[in-house]
T-cell receptor
């Protein structure tokens, strides 16, 4: 596609429910990243994918968070048993690769998650 | 580990005035530095980046930044502000693993962001 696409753009859920956030990266981009932006705070790294593999999951805040990527394309970030502190904008980014020249990250508009 | 500090969560300038957004970083290895801009309800857009070479980097929309290793700074400037520059600006750092053959997985560490307001 022309850019990184994320869906839904907004999600309101009740505490304790599970949510799935979707990211469609730019076609051909090997690298995919998830970040979280909580109100009044900067962006924090969650996880990245190299192809379909996630070598670094150190940024995931708890075991309620998981992510997968299939076909070296779409990625899904799942939050189980949502808590109010999960409320944030979740941003996805993709890049051509991991060399210095290729690692320009293009961001989607994000999914705004509100946990009531 | 690396970190980024942006001085001033809000900066207000008059249209036509100089824009200066401050960014200081901490990194134990040579950093790669970035400035991103975020307009309301949009994703982040890359303004400019520094990897190696010339320390004065020019970006889009008339912005530029200078990497000063001795000051661990990467301040963003624009000589003359325009109303359309009003947005939130993020400084970010990633690191290049020494000896990794020129690759880095590119995890970005961001500052807290600076909201730029431009008034007539």
């Amino acid at each position: 596609g022309a850019g990184v696409s994320q869906s839904p753009s907004n999600k309101v859920t009740e505490k304790g429910k599970d949510v799935e956030l979707r990211c469609d990266p730019i076609s051909g981009h090997t690298a995919l990243y998830w970040y979280r932006q909580r109100l009044g705070q900067g962006l924090e790294f969650l996880i990245y994918f190299q192809g379909n593999s996630a070598p670094d999951k150190s940024g995931l805040p708890s075991d309620r968070f998981s992510a997968e990527r299939t076909g070296e394309s779409v990625s899904t970030l799942t939050i189980q048993r949502t808590q109010q502190e999960d409320s944030a904008v979740y941003l996805c980014a993709s890049s051509l690769g991991f060399t210095v020249a290729k690692n320009i990250q293009y961001f989607g508009a994000g999914t705004r998650l509100s946990v009531l | 580990a690396q970190s980024v500090t942006q001085l001033g969560s809000h900066v207000s300038v008059s249209e036509g005035a100089l824009v200066l957004l401050r960014c200081n970083y901490s990194s134990s290895v040579p950093p790669y530095l970035f400035w991103y801009v975020q307009y309301p309800n949009q994703g982040l857009q890359l303004l400019l980046k520094y990897t190696t070479g010339a320390t004065l980097v020019k970006g889009i929309n008339g912005f530029e930044a200078e990497f000063k290793k001795s000051e661990t700074s990467f301040h963003l400037t624009k000589p003359s502000a325009h109303m359309s520059d009003a947005a939130e600006y993020f400084c970010a750092v990633s690191v290049h693993p020494i000896g990794a053959g020129g690759t880095s997985y590119g995890k970005l560490t961001f500052g807290q962001g600076t909201i730029l307001t431009v008034h007539p």
